[in-house]
């Protein structure tokens, strides 16, 4: 049971990734103008989806997903300022930093209890 939860988390935290492949290409896609970005938002998006359901099968839905679109929204606005040229502002930061601890004190909370 404990490496069936530990594999969920990591496939949690790779559906993550691909959610940030998937915002960051649809971004660069210029709304499906560009075919590039717009097949790899397209992968993206299927990886995503397929990742999460998996993680699902393990992890409450309200937990899973409510870590999931953080780790999208963080990891989205980190790389934005690298890949497009965005502004990333102190405030932004701080408030990505409470995101990101909200992710933690989420995976903290779905611990089986003893």
């Known amino acids: 049971m404990r490496t069936s939860r530990r594999t969920a988390w990591l496939t949690l935290l790779l559906a993550g990734v691909f959610e940030i492949g998937y915002a960051l290409s649809v971004g660069g896609s210029h709304a499906f103008t560009v075919w590039t970005w717009s ?27 409510a870590t999931w679109s953080g780790l999208g929204a963080a990891g989205t ?9 965005e502004t990333l502002t102190v405030a932004k930061a701080a408030w990505l930093a409470v995101i990101i601890a909200g992710v933690v004190y989420l995976k903290l909370a779905d611990r089986p209890r003893p």
Do not use: K
């Not at 990886?47 to 998996?54: D, E, I, P, R």
């Not at 606005?77 to 040229?85: I, K, M, N, S, Y």
């Open 77 to 85: 606005a980190l790389l934005g300022p690298v890949f497009f040229h």
């Open 39 to 65: 097949v790899a938002a397209a992968v993206f998006f299927v990886l995503t989806l397929w990742a999460l359901s998996l993680a699902l099968r393990t992890i409450e839905v309200s937990i899973g997903y």
